[in-house]
Nanobody
Framework: QVQLVESGGGLVQPGGSLRLSCAASRSIFSINVMGWYRQAPGKQRELVADITSSRSTNSPDSVKGRFTISRDNTKNTIYLQMNSLKPEDTAVYYC?????????????WGQGTQVTVSS
């Protein structure tokens, strides 16, 4: 099992930056994929970025060039650096982890952290 705790959300002006952190309760060295999703009011949850154990990353065009995902295996933490924030980035951001043991895989979610981009 994996517990995930996000931090770093808050209120920021358009064009500003935030860095989100997600701390895992176990070593992330063996976690297959970790990532960030977001959900705005009235919208479906969507992928923001993910990163594999081999540090391969994936993100949609809407955040490419602005958001960067990274992982620090020594701290069991992943990060999401968000630059050039826009009002449409306002959402609750969730950390997720896909962990496979043998042939069994489970997806774990954090409780979410609010990001509000507004002047």
């Amino acid at each position: 099992q994996v517990q995930l705790v996000e931090s770093g959300g808050g209120l920021v002006q358009p064009g500003g930056s935030l860095r989100l952190s997600c701390a895992a309760s176990r070593s992330i060295f063996s976690i297959n994929v970790m990532g960030w999703y977001r959900q705005a009011p009235g919208k479906q949850r969507e992928l923001v970025a993910d990163i594999t154990s081999s540090r391969s990353t994936n993100s949609p065009d809407s955040v490419k060039g602005r958001f960067t995902i990274s992982r620090d295996n020594t701290k069991n933490t992943i990060y999401l650096q968000m630059n050039s924030l826009k009002p449409e980035d306002t959402a609750v951001y969730y950390c997720t982890a896909l962990y496979c043991s043998g042939h069994k895989c489970n997806t774990y979610w954090g409780q979410g952290t609010q990001v509000t981009v507004s002047s």
